[in-house]
Each structure stands twice: as structure tokens, then as C-alpha cells.
């Protein structure tokens, strides 16, 4: 069964310091997202992404946090300068059609920084 | 602004005990509604979803839900929980009118099942 898969499960970084959280979505979709789960809280959207550019951002995505996909399988979340409050757990997610079908989640990226 | 809550933190059963989680949203649109559940170590996984139709949905591992439209509600049963129901699950919404698909969740439900 296909799967999106993220990379690295487990990231500790420094605080300051720039993280790069990468995904691949499976192949065949079209709709990508970003979401972050802060121990102990809900899971909350980040971004989506169509057609090679952000379609939907929420007020926790501002100008510290971008995405990118820089070629046909990856999707990227970068965070420039990461603060204590960016330790999370992230979740990549990907979807054929937005919204009609259901969005198949990657396993997480664990971020902690120090 | 949307929301979605989920009425349980922390669910503990026998096996064998029947299951309900709750969940009510608050939009005054059309939903869509799932249920994703997140067994230890492992990723979200859809349990059943509802698009339209019947409001009585049945999804994966003997899971059902049932939307009630006047309720705002999607809850989650089933008859018969396993031990290997542990897991944390959450109640998720998205809205018709976004076109992003993105999903809206409620903060989850802790189920442990003991033997």
C-alpha cells in the first residue's frame, strides 16, 4: 500500500538554528499539507500546498516557516530560526483531491529543539 | 471559526466493553467528517469517514460512526473493544466550502483496553 513517508522521524536542534522536515507524498496526489501536534494539544493545520504554490496557511505558519516542492516526489518544511515553542511533532499529509478524499498522514518528524 | 471537540481525554475499558467517543463541531455548513485513530509508534490511519449519504458509516476493525446533523455530532462506537484498540483517536473535520481540504481536529481521545 503506498504511504507517505517522513524523514527524520527524530530531529534535536538548537534553538536559532534552521530545520528542514522532508516528505514524500505519494505519487499520485495532488494536495499536500503540513500539520504539528505540541505534546499534549491537537493536532493543528500548518499549510497546504497545490500546484506548486501554498493554496491555504494558518497564523501559526508565518514568516519563519516555509515549504517548498523542490522536485516531483518531495515536500519540505522549513523553519528559518526555530524557537523552543517549535518543538512538535510534525505530520506530512497528502490527498488526490482536496477535500473529497481522505488525506493518507506520514508517521511524523519528532522536532525538539534546545 | 471552526472547531471540533472531542468529549473524552482518556477512555478505559475492559475487553469487551462496547466503545463511544464523542465529537461535535461547530460549523454551520457542510462537513465533511472523519476518524483517524494512531496506534502507539505509528501514523494517523483513517478509521471511516463520511462524505454524504447514509449517516451511519462503518469503517475499519468493526468501527462505526453515525452523523447527526441537527447534533453537529460524529461519534465513534463499537460494540466490542481488543486489546489491540489501544490507541489515540481523533475526530476530524473539513469544510466544504475550503478548498484546501484542510482538516480541522479536536484534541484527541486516549483509549486503553486492558486484557
Known amino acids: 500500500e503506498p504511504e507517505v513517508t517522513q524523514t527524520p522521524s527524530h530531529q534535536v536542534t538548537q534553538m536559532g538554528q534552521e530545520v528542514i522536515l522532508r516528505c514524500v507524498p505519494i505519487s499520485n496526489h495532488l494536495y499536500f499539507y503540513w500539520y504539528r501536534q505540541i505534546l499534549g494539544q491537537k493536532v493543528e493545520f500548518l499549510v497546504s500546498?497545490?500546484?506548486?504554490?501554498?493554496?491555504?496557511k494558518s497564523e501559526i505558519f508565518d514568516d519563519q516557516f516555509s515549504v517548498e516542492r523542490p522536485d516531483g516526489s518531495n515536500f519540505t518544511l522549513k523553519i528559518r530560526s526555530t524557537k523552543l515553542e517549535d518543538s512538535a511533532m510534525y505530520f506530512c499529509?497528502?490527498?488526490?483531491?482536496?477535500?473529497?478524499?481522505?488525506?493518507?498522514f506520514g508517521q511524523g518528524t519528532r522536532l525538539t529543539v534546545v | 471559526a471552526q472547531s471540533v471537540s472531542q468529549h473524552n481525554h482518556h477512555v478505559i475499558l475492559s475487553e469487551a466493553a462496547s466503545l463511544e467517543l464523542g465529537c461535535n463541531y461547530s460549523?454551520?455548513?457542510?462537513?465533511?467528517l472523519f476518524w483517524y485513530v494512531q496506534y502507539p509508534g505509528q501514523h494517523l490511519q483513517l478509521l471511516l469517514k463520511?462524505?454524504?449519504?447514509?449517516?451511519l458509516v462503518k469503517g475499519i476493525k468493526g468501527f462505526e460512526a453515525e452523523f447527526i446533523k441537527s447534533k453537529f455530532s460524529f461519534n465513534l462506537r463499537k460494540p466490542s473493544v481488543q486489546w489491540s484498540d489501544t490507541a489515540e483517536y481523533f475526530c476530524?473535520?473539513?469544510?466544504?466550502?475550503?478548498?484546501?481540504?484542510?482538516?480541522?481536529f479536536g484534541q484527541g481521545t486516549t483509549l486503553q483496553v486492558k486484557p
Open positions: 500546498f497545490y500546484n506548486n504554490e501554498i493554496s491555504e
Open positions: 460549523y454551520g455548513g457542510t462537513v465533511n
Open positions: 463520511y462524505f454524504s449519504g447514509d449517516p
Open positions: 476530524a473535520v473539513s469544510t466544504r466550502s475550503s478548498n484546501t481540504g484542510k482538516l480541522i
Open positions: 499529509a497528502s490527498s488526490e483531491v482536496s477535500g473529497a478524499t481522505e488525506a493518507f
